[in-house]
């Protein structure tokens, strides 16, 4: 699992949010804090895991630059800043994720793999999150495609668009949102949305390639 720690005015999250993460238990044996921005940063965490637990076959693009952004007088400005934080880690940074994994399984001759990326937003935008809808479609577009370029070498790529999910930063006003919302039905516990990617990294799934799995 790769991590970033930033500031807690960096984002618009809840105190509730940075609670959690506090005092979550880990549960991970590997961790490595990894800046995406950096083009480097994708052979050196392949490079750490692979030192530390062998060849790496499954690739989850789950990383985020997450920041409020919009076009809409009053809210916070669509900047270039605002749209690198977003474009340079979830589109940039996890199609040289793919890309990396791509690679290191032709160089071993290997015949099995997963992609599995997370999205959020749609076709219609994401009013709000402007950069944050963009970058997540580009990382769709990335991952439908390594679905059509990688499916005859063993890999497959999907994509995963969770419901609403509490990580933290889930409060009763998110709550009242989704229960009148006819898009959002489900504020889902993390676990629920990893089981699915669980089942994607499974034989049953072998068939299962270039596909949105949106969960409600």
């Keep these: 699992m790769t991590y970033l720690r930033f500031e807690a005015p960096e984002r618009d999250l809840p105190p509730e949010y940075h609670e959690a993460r506090r005092n979550a238990p880990s549960v991970y044996d590997l961790k490595v804090e990894a800046d995406l921005r950096d083009p480097a940063t994708p052979a050196a965490v392949f490079d750490m895991v692979e030192t530390a637990l062998g060849p790496v076959s499954v690739l989850v693009n789950n990383a985020s630059g997450w920041r409020k952004d919009s076009f809409?007088?009053?809210?916070?400005s669509v900047t270039a800043e605002s749209v690198d934080a977003q474009f340079l880690v979830d589109a940039r940074g996890g199609a040289l994720c793919i890309a990396e994994l791509a690679r290191r399984h032709r160089e071993r001759h290997d015949d099995w793999g997963r992609i599995i990326s997370?999205?959020?937003?749609?076709?219609?935008?994401?009013?709000?999150e402007a950069s944050y809808g963009a970058a997540k479609a580009a990382l769709e577009n990335y991952t439908m495609t390594a679905s059509r370029e990688l499916g005859r070498q063993g890999i497959t790529a999907n994509v995963v668009y969770p419901p609403v999910t509490d990580t933290g930063w889930v409060t009763d006003d998110v709550r009242r949102?989704?229960?009148?919302?006819?898009?959002?039905?489900?504020?889902?516990p993390p676990e629920d949305v990893a089981e699915v990617i669980a089942w994607l990294c499974t034989p049953a799934a072998d068939l299962v390639n270039g596909s949105i799995i949106r969960l409600r």
């Design 118 to 128: 997370l999205t959020s937003g749609g076709p219609m935008g994401f009013p709000g």
């Design 177 to 188: 949102f989704v229960e009148q919302s006819d898009e959002h039905w489900h504020v889902a």
């Design 72 to 76: 809409a007088a009053g809210d916070v």
